[in-house]
Structure formats: structure tokens, C-alpha cells
């Protein structure tokens, strides 16, 4: 199994606290549900396990926020209802258009400057997996995401990095920032072999995205030990 296999699929879940179904924004339907949830986790896992920490300046756009998605709605342009004969009216060759909404609430800011709510709507098209699998702009959930500023365009672009994260893992962002810039060439693979240990000992850290972050590093550089992760995850 390759490392960075390994990491998503077993040290991310024992370090993961994912958030019960009941919080997600479902449809009644179970093959659906299913479908979401199975999407939230895989995502939640894939993304947390990819965030570059090493990339992120403090000074940058970069806030924990929730997004509080609507129910989407989806209209066909040109359409409309006769008043006289109440039918329903399209043009030729009608078009679907799905549209995404909601409220976009910042938690923190990694700048320290507070950020106002931003409310999106924007038509929606499945341009990447992993929006597919799972989309906290349609289904809702806690994000680590890029938010520039004096930027008026509201796009899935526009918020661009999106790393979607468990929301009981919030609290540990910042900390977890401030440790891994101070200590940048800890979590550089090409300094790994002399770091090893000290990144060992960081998997079984009190804050998990530092433990990931550890994990991560390890796997990039052909160092990460499965049994030795297996006997401190249990």
C-alpha cells in the first residue's frame, strides 16, 4: 500500500471526529442520504490529508468558515406560464440551469481580520470530483478556504482553494498554523530523515491537523512506519 494510500485510509480515520449524519443537509431519500454522506466523509478525509500548510502565509486570505447552504433550485431559461391558458411556456431547445445558494459565515481568519458574511449564488455545474463526490456549497458543512478581498465576483472560482474539514477540528486551526510556520523545515519531506522521530512523536500530538500534517509529511518522503502508526492509533 503506498503512503500516501495509507494515510487516507487508516491514520485519518482513527484521528478523525466526523460529524454526525444528522448535521448534514440530506434529502429524505436513503440512497441519497447515503450517497452525501459517503461523499462527506471521503472528502472531508482526501482534503484534510492535502491541505498545504506550508503554502498558507499568515498575512493571506485564508479563514475557517461555515458554509450554510440552501436547497438548490434549477430553472430554464426563457420559460414562463400563459396567463391566458396557464401552460407552461419553453423556449426551443430548453436548458436546465441548476443554481447553488447560501450564506457563507466566517469562524477566524487566519489575517485576524474579521470577515463579513458573504452570501453566493452561482449556476452550478459539476466541474471537479471532488465537488461531485460532495459539495459544501450545495450540502453545506466547515471549511478551510481562500477568500480574497475587494473581490465583488461571487464564483465557485472565486473561493477557490476549498478544503472542506470536520467542524470539531475548527479550534485547531490556527494553532496548527502558527506551529508548522514556526517550525517550517520540520514539515519539508527533503528534511525528513533528520526530523523523523520529533515527526513521530508529533502523530500522537493533542491536535490532529498537526498529527496529519506530521503523517503527510512522512508519506511524502517513504518514511511513514505502519506499524508503528497502527500500535500508537490501537
Same mark, same amino acid.
Given at each position: 500500500?503506498?503512503?500516501?494510500?495509507?494515510? =487516507?485510509?487508516? %491514520? =485519518?480515520?482513527?484521528?478523525?471526529? %466526523? $460529524?454526525?449524519?444528522?448535521?448534514?443537509?440530506?434529502?429524505?431519500?436513503?440512497?441519497?442520504?447515503?450517497?452525501?454522506?459517503?461523499? #462527506?466523509?471521503? $472528502?472531508?478525509?482526501?482534503?484534510?490529508?492535502?491541505?498545504?500548510?506550508?503554502?498558507?502565509? /499568515?498575512?493571506?486570505?485564508?479563514?475557517?468558515?461555515?458554509?450554510?447552504?440552501?436547497?438548490?433550485?434549477?430553472?430554464?431559461?426563457?420559460?414562463?406560464?400563459?396567463? #391566458?391558458?396557464?401552460?407552461?411556456? +419553453?423556449?426551443?431547445?430548453?436548458?436546465?440551469? *441548476?443554481?447553488?445558494?447560501?450564506?457563507?459565515?466566517?469562524?477566524? +481568519?487566519? +489575517?485576524?481580520?474579521?470577515?463579513?458574511?458573504?452570501?453566493?449564488?452561482?449556476?452550478?455545474?459539476?466541474?471537479?470530483?471532488?465537488?461531485?463526490? #460532495? !459539495?459544501?456549497?450545495?450540502?453545506?458543512?466547515?471549511?478551510?478556504?481562500?477568500?480574497?478581498?475587494? /473581490?465583488?465576483?461571487?464564483?465557485?472560482?472565486?473561493?477557490?482553494?476549498?478544503?472542506?474539514?470536520?467542524?470539531?477540528?475548527?479550534?485547531?486551526?490556527?494553532?496548527?498554523?502558527?506551529? %508548522?510556520?514556526?517550525?517550517?523545515?520540520?514539515?519539508?519531506?527533503?528534511?525528513?530523515?533528520? &526530523? $523523523? !522521530?520529533? =515527526?513521530?512523536?508529533?502523530?500522537? %500530538?493533542?491536535?490532529?491537523?498537526? *498529527?496529519?500534517? *506530521?503523517?503527510?509529511?512522512?508519506?511524502?518522503? &517513504?518514511? =511513514?512506519?505502519?506499524?508503528?502508526? &497502527?500500535?500508537?492509533?490501537?
Amino acid at each position: 500500500m503506498s503512503n500516501l494510500k495509507f494515510i =487516507l485510509t487508516s %491514520i =485519518l480515520p482513527c484521528l478523525l471526529c %466526523i $460529524r454526525s449524519e444528522a448535521d448534514l443537509n440530506v434529502d429524505a431519500s436513503v440512497a441519497y442520504h447515503q450517497r452525501v454522506v459517503n461523499g #462527506y466523509y471521503e $472528502r472531508v478525509i482526501k482534503d484534510t490529508a492535502s491541505i498545504p500548510w506550508c503554502q498558507i502565509d /499568515n498575512a493571506q486570505d485564508w479563514v475557517v468558515a461555515d458554509v450554510d447552504a440552501k436547497p438548490p433550485y434549477a430553472t430554464i431559461p426563457g420559460s414562463y406560464i400563459d396567463v #391566458y391558458s396557464g401552460k407552461f411556456i +419553453s423556449p426551443p431547445n430548453p436548458e436546465l440551469v *441548476a443554481f447553488a445558494l447560501g450564506t457563507i459565515n466566517s469562524i477566524s +481568519s487566519l +489575517s485576524g481580520q474579521k470577515r463579513p458574511s458573504i452570501n453566493y449564488k452561482w449556476v452550478w455545474s459539476e466541474g471537479s470530483s471532488e465537488e461531485e463526490k #460532495y !459539495s459544501p456549497f450545495i450540502s453545506g458543512g466547515t471549511v478551510l478556504m481562500h477568500l480574497s478581498q475587494g /473581490n465583488t465576483e461571487v464564483s465557485l472560482a472565486h473561493f477557490q482553494p476549498v478544503y472542506l474539514i470536520t467542524n470539531q477540528w475548527t479550534p485547531f486551526v490556527e494553532p496548527a498554523l502558527h506551529y %508548522i510556520q514556526a517550525n517550517p523545515t520540520l514539515f519539508r519531506p527533503e528534511f525528513s530523515s533528520d &526530523h $523523523r !522521530s520529533q =515527526l513521530e512523536n508529533l502523530l500522537s %500530538i493533542e491536535n490532529p491537523l498537526i *498529527a496529519v500534517a *506530521a503523517a503527510q509529511t512522512l508519506g511524502q518522503a &517513504h518514511l =511513514l512506519d505502519t506499524k508503528f502508526v &497502527h500500535s500508537i492509533s490501537g
